[in-house]
T-cell receptor, first 110, second 111 residues
């Protein structure tokens, strides 16, 4: 079945730094979504991407739908302590279901 | 004004018991889901319903049975609970395709 490789698995950064994470797939996806999950909560949708090459921002977050349709990137600029959490990419290809990456755990040191 | 609410938030039960988790969404969405998140935080879809009709049924033991009495509700019943069923179960719903809104999760612990 479809699988997503998300990297890095974890990141430890200083407040104010920029962050980049990405997801790759061996097959083409039609939709890429980025979620954030905080402890004890469900994932919250951050950004949705529907077209190859699309670049979308949500505040300090920017995500891109890769031109090959096999990857997506999420950048966070000027990180703050409340950015901590697990970030998940999710994609939808030929089937009716979303496939999730394994997450990137972000720790921000003040 | 909770969008997707599921109960209970925590569930501790003994092996062999039968338990249910309830989910309700007030977003007017047509599609509802159950996801399982394991101890490594991996999220995997279990079931999907669209307008009360089952459209995705992943490789899940048939001890797990979803029930959708109406578009706003999707409950999950689990029979003969096993230790390996311990996980966090998330209900979600979506309108625009695949933009799923998740509930807070139900942490199930089987002892």
């Amino acid at each position: 079945g479809q699988q997503l490789n998300q990297s890095p698995q974890s990141m430890f950064i200083q407040e104010g730094e920029d962050v980049s994470m990405n997801c790759t797939s061996s097959s083409i996806f039609n939709t890429w979504l980025w979620y954030k999950q905080e402890p004890g909560e469900g994932p919250v949708l951050l950004i949705a991407l529907y077209k190859a090459g699309e670049l979308t921002s949500n505040g300090r977050l920017t995500a891109q739908f890769g031109i090959t349709r096999k990857d997506s990137f999420l950048n966070i600029s000027a990180s703050i302590p409340s950015d901590v959490g697990i970030y998940f990419c999710a994609g939808q290809g030929g089937s009716e279901k979303l496939v999730f990456g394994k997450g990137t755990k972000l720790t921000v040191n003040p | 004004d909770t969008a997707v609410s599921q109960t209970p938030k925590y569930l501790v039960t003994q092996m062999g018991n039968d338990k249910s988790i309830k989910c309700e969404q007030n977003l007017g969405h047509d599609t509802m889901y159950w996801y399982k998140q394991d101890s490594k935080k991996f999220l995997k879809i279990m079931f999907s319903y669209n307008n009360k009709e089952l459209i995705i049924n992943e490789t899940v033991p048939n001890r797990f049975s979803p029930k959708s009495p109406d578009k706003a509700h999707l409950n999950l019943h689990i029979n003969s609970l096993e230790l390996g069923d311990s996980a966090v179960y998330f209900c979600a719903s979506s309108h625009r395709q695949f933009e799923a809104f998740f509930g807070q999760g139900t942490r199930l612990t089987v002892v």
